[in-house]
């Protein structure tokens, strides 16, 4: 009777697989420079044999089944494979001890990191502030309460369970944090992203005030047009005083948000937007030049078309008083222009956002125009609109089309692709329907549009993965290619879900009617955002960002640091026989590998970072995203400290041509205050030690500081 079933650590029962043992072989044997992938197979059927001798009616644990492959390794004396299949034990069963330290069971086989995460902000917790909840758990609770909508329609919820269910736990796709944090809870606030008016009276700026109160403590981000109020020095006709103009306010806003901790879980982020017209956008532009202020906003100046045609005729535009509708100066439009790329080069404040580009795409334009976006920029929306985000893991989607363990390959997985598209859709209009809105004006914008926005993380592994380089005319392509099935998927499937269940009540007089569709569930399919902790869980790249270091050190915990190494590139160093872990700690020093001669330079070529990666192929990417993105594309453009003010102007201008909706740079260095340091913090186990690339718990890519990757 042959063994079928091997007990897992837990107490799971799983099936017994020649294959995984194999595998597992086959790395050892890597590991020494030998690499033979014939000699694993015929090695993993001999450990099977004897498993089958040994445990003929009983059921063998994974410590049983290890303890053969070592036996049998030695046998053949396969001494330093032996040692190094040692190493990964222990290595492993180290990781195992770390998460039971830090209280989260093992169940997922998630990273150390991704665990410290779960259980800090994730995980459910009794009064005493337990933990009480498993990641499987998490995503079972998650998966029940967003299913459960299925009912309403008269659909197979459980069914839908069981989908949503699997696709998470096995992180082929996640929600935005505030569904993964609420769902199922009594607090129920699943969005991430929230734009509130702000209108030109003091009624007006203290409800936005208190509004957004209201959304930061239950977990989301807010974004604000201040265009609309008059400018500083104009005239208060109630008091006979003068205004104090819109940033001002804006600091209400920002003491406000510094005095909330989101959820009791996250830092409040906010986003503010003024229009390029407006009389105050000198101040405006320059206002984060000053240490510590506005510090819970993102800044993004809103420029128009008609700008930016002066800019480029070096000519005079007019500043427009919001209140009287007329001119009240007219300045040189270059000179706006330079101010705000050198101050972007400066503080990393202001973005742009392309107002005109993305109001003649915005599909419910017979409403209103969109004046301002959530903090991080990829969620352009009407004032009281909200955004329920989720996001596929692109490295989830590429499967081996080679059973040579020695040589394997990979390529895209387009039908996986497609389905986890078609499941995503469904999973996020249900969140609109389960959510829990902070405001009644929230649910009524929002279940009149039922915006969402399904995007991508994992892009960076993917390309590793088949071996292309991010900064490659190939890697554009692809990431067009992608996001163009996504897009057209996701667009079918809400199409089809309104068959059943509507389209969504503004569909009338929309772009989709326009552009004869018969109806549409969702006003927008499709945004990329930033991911954040959400990659960090799924153990991927941020969003479409590339690596931010080969290898870096984690801030795992408070005490807790350990060298985290792309997994990718761990196997092609053991593959190509460079492996080493002194040039694993050399790496660290800085991140990228772009230097080091003795690794292979095709390998070199691939594993490319961030800082690596000129300016213009971060605006090309992100642009290669948008052409097929119904929202708007999150993507960091990452500069080198010795960036110049020109590199920032080359971006701005290209990112206008290329048709983004928005973009933001950052020159390293350019806050005090960020997530990722590199070459300046020494290891606290070893301050003799040069200076490594350090990285915080939750930051996963892209924008270095602490309000970028907030919302997602």
């Known amino acids: 009777m042959h063994v079928t079933k091997v007990r897992k650590r837990d107490g799971r029962i799983e099936p017994f697989s020649v294959t995984k043992i194999a595998s597992a072989i086959h790395k050892a044997i890597e590991a020494t420079k030998t690499p033979d992938g014939e000699l694993a197979q015929s090695l993993a059927e001999e450990v099977a044999s004897i498993v089958n001798k040994r445990f003929e009616n009983v059921i063998p644990s994974v410590e049983n089944v290890q303890d053969i492959v070592e036996e049998t390794l030695m046998r053949h004396h396969l001494s330093a494979a032996a040692k190094a299949y040692i190493l990964y034990r222990q290595h492993h069963a180290e990781l195992r001890a770390t998460k039971r330290l830090i209280g989260v069971p093992d169940e997922l086989k998630l990273g150390i990191n991704a665990a410290a995460v779960l259980e800090r902000r994730y995980l459910l917790k009794n009064e005493d502030g337990k933990t009480i909840e498993t990641p499987s758990q998490l995503f079972r609770r998650v998966a029940r309460a967003i299913a459960e909508v299925d009912e309403r329609y008269n659909d197979d919820a459980k069914k839908s369970e069981e989908i949503f269910y699997e696709m998470m736990s096995n992180l082929e796709f996640l929600p935005n944090t505030p569904t993964l944090m609420n769902a199922g809870t009594s607090l129920g606030q699943l969005s991430a992203c929230f734009v509130l008016p702000v209108e030109d009276s003091l009624q007006s700026i203290f409800k936005a005030v208190g509004d957004m109160a209201a959304i930061e403590q239950s977990g989301g981000g807010t974004g604000f047009s201040f265009s609309r109020l008059r400018p500083k020095g104009d005239m208060v006709h109630i008091t006979r005083g003068v205004a104090s103009g819109p940033v001002s306010f804006m600091r209400i806003f920002d003491v406000t948000t510094e005095t909330i ?107 209103g125009e969109i004046e301002s976006t959530n903090p991080c920029g990829e969620q352009p929306l009407h004032p009281y609109d909200s955004c329920n985000l989720g996001s596929i893991n692109l490295a989830k989607m590429v499967r081996k089309t080679s059973i040579d363990l020695s040589d394997e390959k990979y390529d895209i997985w387009w039908e996986k692709l497609r389905v986890t598209v078609h499941n995503s859709v469904h999973f996020l209009d249900n969140v609109i329907d389960a959510n829990k809105y902070p405001l009644q004006e929230i649910e009524n914008i929002t279940k009149t549009n039922r915006r969402i926005g399904l995007g991508v993380m994992g892009f960076a592994d993917m390309l590793l993965m088949l071996g292309i380089p991010y900064d490659s005319d190939d890697a554009i392509k692809l990431g067009e ?168 102007r080359r971006a701005y201008g290209l990112a206008y041509k290329l048709k983004c909706k928005g973009i933001t740079v950052y020159r390293y260095g350019s806050k005090r205050e960020q997530v990722l340091y590199i070459g300046e913090v020494e290891r606290k186990d070893r301050p003799e030690a040069a200076p490594f690339v350090t990285a915080e718990a939750e930051y996963a890519g892209g924008c270095p500081t602490p309000l970028c990757p907030s919302p997602a």
């Not at 407006?278 to 101040?283: A, F, K, W, Y």
């Not at 510590?292 to 002066?310: E, R």
């Not at 590139?569 to 700690?585: C, R």
Request: glycine share 6%; net charge neutral.
């Open 261 to 367: 901790k989101q959820g009791g879980k996250r830092r409040g982020a906010n986003m503010g937007v003024l229009r390029v017209d407006h009389p105050d956008i000198v101040e405006f532009i320059s206002a984060k030049a000053r240490e510590n202020f506005l510090s819970n906003f993102n800044l993004s100046v809103a420029v128009t078309d008609k700008f930016m045609h002066a800019v480029e005729k070096d000519a005079e535009y007019d500043l427009i008083n919001p209140r009287t509708g007329q001119a009240v100066k007219s300045i040189r439009a270059r000179n706006v222009w330079d101010m705000i790329i050198t101050y972007a080069w400066r503080t990393g404040d202001p973005g742009l956002i392309f107002i005109d580009e993305i109001n003649r795409l915005n599909p419910t334009r017979h409403t």
């Open 481 to 648: 290619k992608i996001m163009k099935l996504i897009n057209e998927e996701a667009h079918h499937t809400s199409s089809a879900i309104a068959e059943k269940r509507g389209s969504f009540p503004n569909f009338r007089g929309s772009n989709w009617e326009k552009q004869g569709y018969e109806q549409m569930r969702n006003a927008t399919c499709t945004t990329v955002a930033p991911t954040g902790t959400i990659s960090i869980i799924a153990g991927c790249s941020s969003g479409i960002e590339p690596l931010f270091a080969v290898t870096f050190i984690r801030n795992v915990m408070e005490g807790t640091q350990l060298l985290e190494i792309n997994r990718e590139f761990e196997a092609s160093a053991h593959k190509n026989g460079f492996y080493s872990a002194e040039l694993m700690q050399e790496i660290a020093r800085n991140g990228s590998i772009k230097k080091i001669k003795n690794i292979p330079e095709n390998i070199r070529r691939l594993f490319v970072t961030a800082l690596d990666i000129e300016p213009d192929v971060h605006v090309r990417m992100q642009a290669a995203f948008q052409k097929h993105t119904d929202n708007a594309v999150s993507k960091t453009i990452n500069l080198p400290n010795d960036a110049t003010v020109d590199d920032v």
